[in-house]
């Protein structure tokens, strides 16, 4: 690790002196991509965050949101809190811990609010699946997602799984997670008090994760997988478990005055931006600190990136209370210093070794000021398409096949509140304490913003919305992972610009806030950057928990409501049979659209809801056979069966006619035909008949399984 010369200068100017060994360490990893979002931050100004929901924006551990009282009988408010995280880097050199370690860092952000995790949901990006390297990867990171998720007993309900030849050198993991709590229980990452005591709380701390902060700020090296691997953190979730049970009493008690887990650049990280975010300063002594291993240096102990602890402000006279809540659990427990008025100062065997001002060290990093190169569409060279064939190779391609074999490993239930599991378009979860139903979808589609970043990333905000509409939920707020390559080239950062600037218009439309995220800069490897990948999670609030299921009933009309557009761009078709084109355009008025879909969704007469995205009409309507139902439908030509303008979708109704009343004005109702009862899709496409029946689909759409099983 070294402190390049530039920030060394302004770190000399404001001490009056050379940084410390340690203190440059600190101002490396605080004031790197990963910490201080040095090229991203002054695009972020784009995003709306505010809202009447909204009780906490962005700048904390996780966004907290208001949940609308559908019940009437809750006697306070109930919030959810809302946090998302990349483990991309680790997850390359160690896949399983790589994903785990994420895991754990986002449900401990969730446990910095007060909050109790409810709910994971796991976006997931790789290289060619015929790639023997994207096999290994995938099944190390669903293994570490799937160990620890189940072992602290936080359901994985959600997420998505893509597959692109430019993720070959540098995967994706974004983990999402979702908490609940009550007015009460909230607490922040900001210090109340001079004169509180810090104290830290969990496992004893080690070497893993050194320099994982500046890790994460730099391309992938090709040694990366045995270099870098140091760098990367080992979880245990058993004491993760403890952490989230002993964080419930510490609250119950009131006992905490503000709180931050230990994540990016360790303890340094946390305690730093905790009292700079208060406006005091901190004094440490770094011995205090229960370690693991023998012989540590303050260097380490202030940067190592150990797993499950958690850095506490209390007032003085609750620390016993504290320690013996922490002793109950079996966690260790250390008082390392207190809150001040004065710098942020750390001492090891009786020797400053830090002494900076707080606000300088969290927040004082220059930003960045690049180059952008905006970037353009394709032009169209549109291939002739065999429909049969192509309905075979789009339904059947990795992109749009199913990913049971992902979620199988995962416990979805956990908790009771699962009330619509994995596999459809957003999960669902019961929230009883508001008699309100909590929908959740996750995701983007690289293949989208490959083809047309700013388009392609309004998109997927849009199609995460309809995700959470096709199930009767409004939505109701988002967070964001914003992944890209190197911003220093110039037609990287021209990409990720674009994603930023389209991900924020689509939401501001929907009136979505966006309360929150992260930013993961730097995937770039030998094997090129990846393409900018706008991870969006959101949640919607509905009355109640039932919502349709995406499956067909067989008994009702089926329609397509919203309008599509004739362009092939970015879909799933093209990168089966080639070619290329412009991308779709998207509704106007976004926001009616997706509304009038959710009161669609949850009319009685409807029977069916799944939305239209990747792999367009074919697979939406293959993904609603079963064995019991089909459906016999018919479409103008393999453009309209192929192309992927979200904001579209199935609905299959006993009452065709209210339907296209209620989005008369809002968008096109077309017929596609009727839902049958033999397990079959009979599909004509300008002359040509399609009979695939449910046995069929199945084996076609289960080449995961078949391939890793």
Not at 410 to 428: C, F, K, N, Q, S
Request: hydrophobic fraction near 40%; charge should be negative.
């Amino acid at each position: 690790m070294s402190l390049p010369d530039s920030d060394r200068e302004l770190v000399t100017a404001e001490l009056g002196r050379d940084p410390t060994p340690t203190e440059a360490a600190l101002f490396e990893n605080l004031w790197s991509e990963h910490c201080a979002y040095r090229s991203s931050r002054p695009l972020l100004s784009a995003f709306s965050s505010e809202g009447e929901q909204v009780v906490v924006g962005p700048g904390d551990d996780a966004a907290v949101v208001r949940l609308p009282d559908n019940d009437g009988t809750s006697d306070s408010e109930t919030y959810v809190t809302m946090g998302i995280e990349s483990h991309n880097h680790p997850s390359y050199v160690d896949p399983y811990d790589g994903a785990a370690t994420g895991v754990g860092g986002i449900v401990r952000d969730t446990l910095s609010m007060g909050a109790y995790p409810i709910a994971l949901a796991d976006s997931l990006y790789f290289g060619g699946f015929d790639r023997e390297h994207t096999r290994y990867l995938l099944d190390g990171v669903v293994e570490g997602i799937a160990d620890y998720g189940n072992a602290i007993g936080v359901p994985t309900v959600g997420g998505s799984v893509e597959f692109h030849d430019d993720y070959e050198g540098n995967p994706l993991v974004n983990v999402a997670c979702v908490g609940l709590l009550d007015e009460e229980r909230l607490v922040t990452a900001e210090a109340q008090e001079a004169g509180n005591k810090l104290v830290l709380v969990g496992n004893a701390t080690g070497r893993d994760g050194l320099g994982g902060a500046s890790f994460a700020s730099e391309d992938l090296a090709e040694d990366a997988e045995t270099e870098d691997r140091p760098a990367v953190q080992v979880g245990d979730p058993y004491s993760e478990k403890l952490l989230i049970e002993a964080n419930e009493d510490l609250i119950d008690a009131g006992l905490i005055q503000s709180a931050r887990d230990l994540g990016a650049a360790g303890l340094g990280g946390a305690s730093s931006e905790l009292v700079a975010k208060g406006g005091f300063g901190a004094r440490i002594e770094l011995d205090r600190v229960h370690q693991r291993e023998p012989n540590m240096n303050p260097l380490e102990i202030v940067l190592a990136e150990s797993q499950e602890r958690m850095c506490y402000e209390v007032r003085a006279e609750d620390v016993d209370a504290v320690a013996e809540i922490a002793e109950r659990y079996d966690l260790g427990c250390s008082v390392i210093g207190e809150v001040t008025e004065g710098n942020y100062v750390c001492t090891f065997s009786g020797e400053t070794v830090v002494d900076v001002p707080p606000e300088f060290l969290a927040d004082g990093a220059p930003m960045n000021d690049l180059d952008a190169v905006e970037p353009t569409q394709p032009e169209p060279d549109r291939p002739d398409v065999d429909v049969e064939s192509a309905f075979e190779a789009v339904v059947s391609a990795p992109n749009t096949a199913s990913k049971r074999w992902v979620y199988r490993q995962y416990d979805h239930e956990v908790g009771a509140r699962t009330a619509l599991l994995p596999g459809d378009d957003a999960a669902v979860l019961a929230v009883r304490e508001a008699g309100t139903g909590l929908a959740i979808s996750a995701g983007a589609v690289p293949a989208w913003t490959d083809c047309a970043p700013y388009d392609g990333a309004r998109a997927v905000a849009l199609e995460n919305a309809t995700n959470l509409a096709a199930k009767g939920a409004t939505p109701l707020a988002a967070v964001d992972c914003l992944n890209g390559g190197n911003p220093e080239k110039p037609d990287v950062y021209g990409g990720f610009k674009a994603i930023v600037d389209g991900l924020a218009d689509m939401c501001r439309d929907l009136s979505v806030p966006v309360v929150g995220g992260n930013v993961s800069l730097y995937n770039d490897s030998v094997e090129g950057p990846i393409p900018p990948t706008p991870t969006l999670a959101m949640v919607g609030a509905k009355d109640g928990y039932d919502a349709p299921p995406a499956a067909f009933d067989g008994e009702g009309t089926v329609l397509l409501v919203g309008e599509g557009s004739d362009a092939l761009g970015g879909s799933e078709l093209l990168a089966q049979v080639g070619g290329s084109d412009r991308f779709p355009t998207l509704p106007e008025d976004a926001g009616n659209v997706v509304a009038t879909l959710a009161d669609v969704a949850d009319a009685d007469s409807t029977l069916a809801v799944h939305d239209v995205s990747s792999g367009g009409l074919a697979v939406a309507l293959a993904e609603m056979v079963t064995a019991e139902a089909g459906a016999d439908v018919a479409v103008d030509d393999a453009v309209a069966l192929f192309e992927e303008t979200p904001g579209r979708a199935v609905v299959e109704t006993t009452d065709p006619a209210a339907v296209a009343a209620a989005f008369d004005g809002v968008a096109p109702v077309t017929t596609l035909g009727e839902a049958t009862a033999d397990g079959t899709l009979s599909l004509s496409v300008d002359g040509t008949n399609l009979a695939v029946d449910a046995e069929t689909i199945a084996s076609l759409r289960d080449v995961l399984a078949a391939e890793l099983d």
